[in-house]
């Protein structure tokens, strides 16, 4: 989570730089424009501020994966951010082939090109194939006056303007992002290997870029002065914007850690529930005259009917009614299985000792160990403990299910570090992905060694969550199991998402505005200076 929202500060970052220094570029033009008021460079100026635009609308764009409600459509946001960076490339290209090249001596050459001024409807996928060839021909233009006219100083321009056109060439790999390959699609997601790469190729481009504007625009006074008030205020606002988004951050991370220990707090209540639903059941029939009457008769058949009709009813997975020395005399689950002795049972001593006792049990599985509670109860003839009763349970998944339908968060519960019921489907839709070993050490050695709640983030089934795991115990205070309750990390971003947004947007206002005050700053420092 926190490298994901880490890249999408980059993201930001590295287009507000863009358009800072694109926007640079504008200004250099529009200065020379108010000089000598030439059209071709009113036009070259409106190119590059339709850049200087488009990068910003470029760093305000969220990836619906983090913002699932945006605060303007993403499709218009969309719309806006090709056509401004459409007419800025197109104007910087008409503005290049309008302005004469200046020849070198005894040289000649003349170049004429028609530009497809005409296209109509033209769809977002055959737009986005045009950037990177209208960012080429720009930086073949710039090279051509800088290598066949005598402009040599735009080098750095051409040389900008082709990384350009291959990161608009790499960003193209987002039309591959409905492939079922899962490889491919990790390759060219959001934020993945090539959007790192792309965004380190911009990067590049507008250091290079930085570099020769710089160089012109601090050789005169008030647009030096003006253009460090403008840097000065950018970074500001993105470390102000860093540090806000991540306080943010942080503090819905520790509020979902303490909604999670809440939760997981919940689930043990529901177990501590089930315990004294299942020792109740117990008592019942420890107090039911006809289970008292059978076993000083040793009526096997009535004690068995009697197990069989209570399992069905009350719902149990086992009940189990044994004589004063721990001798099976009834199962209502298994009824044909009698005569064995559970006296060695730690339950089972504790009701022959006169004890209610309740406890949660682990057993083997088919696909994995079965987490159980178990209740004994003695069943007293007068003051003689005659026999036992035996209750129990089993934490099944319609038991998770349940507690997912409740708090909305998926749960698991662990027989010692071995996951038995969960509310994880497997990819068939119908499995559950029981069975999985937590192999996590911190998990390990705080919860099942030490006995202690674990809260912080885990990587589930290669997910990252946010968790809250508590020790399950037996009747022994012997930790056996555990409870887990989680949440995506990405789900805490996408809460922050709106915040973020806003941030983002808010930042982009001030700093649109701080320009105002920026230039009228430089430009009364510069006076004095005269």
Do not use: C
Request: aromatic residues 10%; positive net charge.
């Amino acid at each position: 989570m926190w490298f994901q929202f880490f890249l999408i500060n980059l993201h930001f970052a590295i287009n507000i730089t863009a358009a800072l220094i694109f926007f640079a570029v504008f200004w250099l033009y529009f200065d020379a424009w108010v000089g000598r008021k030439r059209y071709r460079e009113f036009i070259r100026f409106s190119g590059f501020l339709a850049l200087s635009i488009s990068f910003i609308l470029s760093g305000l764009y969220i990836e619906s994966s983090v913002l699932s409600v945006p605060i303007f459509s993403q499709d218009l946001h969309m719309a806006f951010l090709i056509a401004t960076r459409l007419i800025g490339y197109i104007f910087i290209i008409l503005a290049l082939f309008i302005d004469p090249l200046m020849q070198k001596p005894k040289h000649q050459s003349s170049v004429g090109l028609v530009l497809p001024l005409g296209i109509k409807s033209l769809s977002i996928s055959f737009v986005s194939f045009l950037f990177p060839v209208l960012s080429a021909l720009a930086g073949f233009l710039y090279l051509k006056r800088a290598t066949v006219g005598l402009e040599d100083h735009l080098k750095p321009v051409a040389f900008s303007f082709f990384l350009l056109s291959l990161s608009e060439l790499l960003a193209l790999g987002y039309m591959l992002r409905e492939s079922q390959n899962s490889t491919l699609y990790a390759f060219v997601a959001p934020y993945s290997i090539l959007w790192m790469i792309q965004s380190g190729v911009i990067l590049l481009a507008v250091i290079v870029l930085r570099k020769w504007i710089f160089f012109y625009l601090l050789k005169r006074i008030q647009s030096q002065l003006f253009m460090i008030f403008v840097s000065f205020t950018v970074a500001l606002f993105l470390l102000i914007t860093l540090v806000f988004s991540a306080l943010l951050l942080k503090n819905i991370e520790s509020e979902a850690l303490v909604s999670l220990t809440t939760d997981v707090n919940v689930l043990e209540y529901a177990i501590n529930s089930k315990k004294a639903e299942v020792i109740s059941d117990a008592q019942v029939i420890a107090l039911n005259p006809e289970v008292i009457d059978a076993i000083d008769k040793n009526n096997k058949s009535k004690l068995k009917s009697i197990a069989i009709s209570t399992l069905l009813a009350k719902k149990q997975s086992v009940v189990t009614i044994l004589s004063g020395e721990g001798v099976v005399l009834a199962r209502g689950d298994d009824p044909e299985r009698i005569g064995d002795s559970l006296s060695g049972d730690v339950l089972v001593k504790k009701a022959v000792g006169g004890e209610d006792a309740v406890s949660v049990i682990t057993k083997d599985g088919v696909l994995a160990p079965t987490v159980s509670i178990r209740s004994a109860v003695p069943v007293r003839s007068g003051k003689d403990i005659v026999g036992v009763i035996m209750v129990g349970a089993d934490i099944d998944n319609a038991f998770v299910d349940g507690v997912k339908e409740t708090t909305g968060l998926n749960a698991s519960i662990y027989a010692d570090n071995i996951r038995s019921a969960t509310t994880f489907i497997a990819p068939d839709g119908k499995s559950r992905w029981v069975g999985v070993k937590e192999e996590s050490e911190v998990v390990k050695k705080q919860v099942i060694l030490q006995g202690k709640l674990y809260a912080g983030s885990l990587n589930v089934l290669n997910v990252a969550y946010l968790t809250a795991i508590l020790p399950l115990k037996d009747i022994d205070n012997n930790v056996v199991g555990m409870l887990f309750v989680g949440r995506e990390q990405v789900s805490l971003l996408q809460a922050a998402g709106r915040s973020i947004e806003l941030t983002f947007l808010v930042a982009v206002v001030l700093l649109v505005l701080s320009i105002i005050p920026a230039y009228f700053i430089s430009r009364y420092i510069s006076n004095q200076l005269k």
